[in-house]
């Protein structure tokens, strides 16, 4: 059976998992910790982050896009009849979420309302792309999941998350993201991709008095003069 090591709030991990889950690949899962990895997964991994694969013949694979393009390789496509071109299409759509996760990681870990606002500009950008391109759904490319759905599903995930424990929408000028988001909340994918506690690490991570987000978005607070601290890798 194939076996991900994983770190329990990493979006390129859940967007391997959410995709394993769709198809209905049976698999491990290890959880490791980033502040204390093992030595067994750094003999393994070249980068020392992950998400790792580990082939049934116990091969390790690294890079989360290269995990996904080996899990399209062994398995049936979510789209069947998908063209050359279609497949093309979604796998640029698909790189725009990813280039994004970390994008949206150090957004969250934003200390204050400057912080928040000039870090989420980058992000409102891939937003705004998705808004113009989305038709009337309920998935990305119409009534059919695919590999873009799942590709932006960790985004949306964290998304909705905020909003719920925090109050800030990132998504409030977006109606069709929105609806998309709801699309595959509906399809059980996002606490099917993610460990039982994983909202409390999130929470504790993301959502805790050190964050603007965390303190509930206030923009009555005073942004503070200090220096924003280096925000942490949370896949490596």
């Given at each position: 059976?194939?076996?991900?090591?994983?770190?329990?709030?990493?979006?390129?991990?859940?967007?391997?998992?959410?995709?394993?889950?769709?198809?209905?690949?049976?698999?491990?899962?290890?959880?490791?910790?980033?502040?204390?990895?093992?030595?067994?997964?750094?003999?393994?991994?070249?980068?020392?982050?992950?998400?790792?694969?580990?082939?049934?013949?116990?091969?390790?694979?690294?890079?989360?896009?290269?995990?996904?393009?080996?899990?399209?390789?062994?398995?049936?496509?979510?789209?069947?009849?998908?063209?050359?071109?279609?497949?093309?299409?979604?796998?640029?759509?698909?790189?725009?979420?990813?280039?994004?996760?970390?994008?949206?990681?150090?957004?969250?870990?934003?200390?204050?309302?400057?912080?928040?606002?000039?870090?989420?500009?980058?992000?409102?950008?891939?937003?705004?792309?998705?808004?113009?391109?989305?038709?009337?759904?309920?998935?990305?490319?119409?009534?059919?999941?695919?590999?873009?759905?799942?590709?932006?599903?960790?985004?949306?995930?964290?998304?909705?998350?905020?909003?719920?424990?925090?109050?800030?929408?990132?998504?409030?000028?977006?109606?069709?993201?929105?609806?998309?988001?709801?699309?595959?909340?509906?399809?059980?994918?996002?606490?099917?991709?993610?460990?039982?506690?994983?909202?409390?690490?999130?929470?504790?991570f993301y959502l805790a008095d050190r964050t603007f987000l965390g303190r509930g978005a206030d923009f009555s607070e005073p942004a503070t003069e200090e220096p924003q601290q280096k925000t942490t890798n949370c896949c490596g």
């Open positions: 059976m194939i076996k991900i090591v994983s770190f329990k709030i990493c979006p390129l991990v859940q967007r391997v998992t959410a995709l394993l889950e769709a198809k209905g690949v049976p698999y491990d899962i290890e959880f490791i910790s980033l502040s204390d990895k093992p030595q067994w997964f750094l003999d393994i991994s070249p980068t020392g982050q992950v998400p790792l694969l580990i082939t049934e013949a116990g091969d390790a694979l690294f890079e989360s896009d290269a995990i996904v393009e080996y899990i399209e390789e062994i398995t049936p496509p979510l789209v069947a009849d998908a063209t050359p071109v279609q497949r093309a299409r979604d796998r640029a759509w698909s790189y725009q979420a990813s280039k994004h996760y970390l994008v949206q990681c150090s957004t969250m870990q934003s200390k204050d309302r400057s912080v928040l606002a000039e870090r989420e500009a980058k992000l409102t950008k891939a937003f705004e792309k998705a808004e113009r391109q989305l038709g009337d759904g309920p998935f990305f490319n119409g009534s059919t999941l695919s590999n873009v759905d799942i590709a932006w599903l960790p985004l949306l995930h964290r998304a909705q998350l905020v909003r719920e424990h925090s109050g800030y929408d990132f998504l409030a000028d977006y109606p069709k993201i929105r609806a998309w988001q709801c699309a595959l909340a509906d399809t059980g994918l996002y606490a099917k991709s993610v460990s039982d506690d994983f909202e409390e690490k999130f929470s504790e």
